[in-house]
């Protein structure tokens, strides 16, 4: 077991956002979320620490709430990524196992390099170990210099790299395995001679070969995982990988796709074989989709949306925090949030839960049994039950529950004025 420091303090300049970098979203979850929980599902790490610093108050309150398990260290100021990881000098005094230090800005980063990683580095049993990928245009990043042996000499920063060193296309990833027992005495020594006046940690590198320390460097494989977001360009082009991968593996596992191009799936949703997705559909959140299910065109999952098999949602629905049991169809034009939709349920064009009372701001449930019928164009005013079987006629405003197998209608008869027209003009 290890334990980990993510650092998450920078002020992201070049977001030029109000909202710390690290709480960027894509498919509404941050980019801190992402890292946090590649670490977790590594189940390797014991303890992690996050360094907090710009707008510190609104990153740890997003932490207590989201991920309370986690300890932030304040950072202030920041004064670079070396200075930002020794603030956990305090904390860790007399441990001497092995730290992962992540960048918190690496949203694509994946549980299973990060094993990869610290297996390589626990198994080399050198003291310190970075990672590293090839960039064919390496622009900002850190180069990885090595020696004529190929072993790891520094690294240098881009401001601070000679015309020969930036021609280097290995570069720094922004991840870390360390002794720290060893590797600690580093932090003390770094210094801020370089071109942005910063604590590197990427400094320690040099100081653990001039200390007769072992370091190594780890290539990872897919190098798109260690993609640093640092403006809103970046953020969009980091949506758009995730969402391809995410694609490619329901692919993969069977699922239809029907236009990669204009669909978007978070990596939180689950889909079973043989289900068809029509272009153009925004599935967000955490869902579980079943077999042979159509979804779309146009459709929008919002999240805690859980589908049995056989289930459409089709053109124009949103849904929300609503579980559809087996064989039921929402076709068209319609919103269902905080429902419980039982199997063989038709939902008629146009229905809507309403679930949300503004003067109240209460959000309440509708609850609709097997085999019952909407009519198009319906509200069901919640908290509402319609019990098995029950049929609501076309344009109902339902208000009461609804027993099983009845009746519900509410609009005016129709009357036909015979001649009006012709009377009228
Ligand atoms: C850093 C590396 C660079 C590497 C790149 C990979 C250093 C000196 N450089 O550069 O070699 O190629 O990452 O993406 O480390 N942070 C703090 N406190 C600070 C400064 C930064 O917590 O005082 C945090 C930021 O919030 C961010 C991370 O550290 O999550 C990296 O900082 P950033 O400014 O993005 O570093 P880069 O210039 O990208
Ligand atoms: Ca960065």
């Given at each position: 077991m290890l334990k980990s420091i993510i650092m998450?303090?920078?002020?992201?300049?070049?977001?030029?956002?109000?909202?710390?970098?690290?709480l960027h979203t894509i498919f509404d979850k941050t980019l801190l979320g992402y890292v946090l929980d590649a670490v977790e599902g590594t189940?390797?790490?014991e303890e992690q620490f996050v360094i907090v610093g710009h707008q510190s108050e609104r990153v740890e309150e997003y932490l207590k709430v989201n991920y309370p398990e986690t300890k932030t260290v304040l950072q202030s100021p920041q004064l670079g990524t070396g200075h930002a990881v020794s603030m956990v000098l305090p904390y860790l005094n007399s441990y001497t196992g092995s730290v992962l230090i992540l960048n918190?800005?690496?949203?694509?980063?994946?549980s299973d390099s990060l094993k990869e990683f610290i297996r390589f580095h626990s198994e080399s049993g050198d003291d310190l170990t970075i990672m590293s990928a090839i960039f064919d245009n390496p622009a900002n990043l850190g180069r990885v210099i090595r020696k004529s042996d190929g072993s790891l000499d520094s690294i240098v920063e881009a401001k601070d790299a000679t015309e020969e060193q930036i021609s280097i296309k290995e570069i720094n990833a922004g991840a870390y395995c360390l002794n720290w027992g060893k590797i600690k005495q580093a932090f003390s020594n770094l210094?801020?001679?370089n071109a942005q006046g910063e604590y590197y940690l990427t400094d320690i590198v040099k100081w653990a070969n001039e200390n007769g320390l072992k370091s190594n460097i780890y290539t990872i494989?897919?190098?798109?995982?260690?993609?640093?977001?640092?403006?809103k360009v970046e953020l969009a082009e980091a949506s758009k990988y995730m969402n391809e991968r995410t694609i490619r593996k329901h692919l993969e596992n069977g699922v239809q796709i029907i236009d990669p191009s204009t669909t978007w799936i978070s990596p939180e949703t689950e889909i079973e074989h043989d289900t068809v997705i029509y272009p153009s559909c925004y599935i967000n959140g955490k869902n579980k989709i079943g077999a042979h299910c159509k979804i779309g065109p146009f459709a929008h999952l919002r999240g805690d949306v859980v589908l049995e098999d056989y289930v459409k949602i089709g053109n124009f629905v949103e849904v929300k925090k609503t579980t559809i049991k087996s064989h039921t169809n929402a076709c068209h034009l319609t919103y269902l949030g905080d429902s419980e939709i039982g199997s063989n349920v038709n939902i008629g064009a146009g229905t809507i839960t309403a679930n949300y009372n503004p003067l109240t701001k209460i959000k309440s449930k509708t609850i609709i049994k097997d085999n019952a019928k909407i009519g198009s164009n319906s509200v069901l005013v919640a908290p509402v039950t319609i019990e098995e079987g029950a049929n609501v006629g076309a344009v109902g405003v339902i208000t009461k529950n609804v027993p099983a197998w009845a009746l519900a209608i509410t609009r005016a008869p129709l009357r036909v004025l015979s001649n009006w027209v012709k009377k009228n003009c």
């Open positions: 998450a303090a920078g002020k992201g300049t070049r977001m030029k956002s109000d909202t710390p970098k690290v189940g390797l790490v918190g800005d690496i949203p694509l980063i994946t210094k801020t001679n494989k897919d190098k798109k995982e260690i993609f640093g977001i640092n403006s």
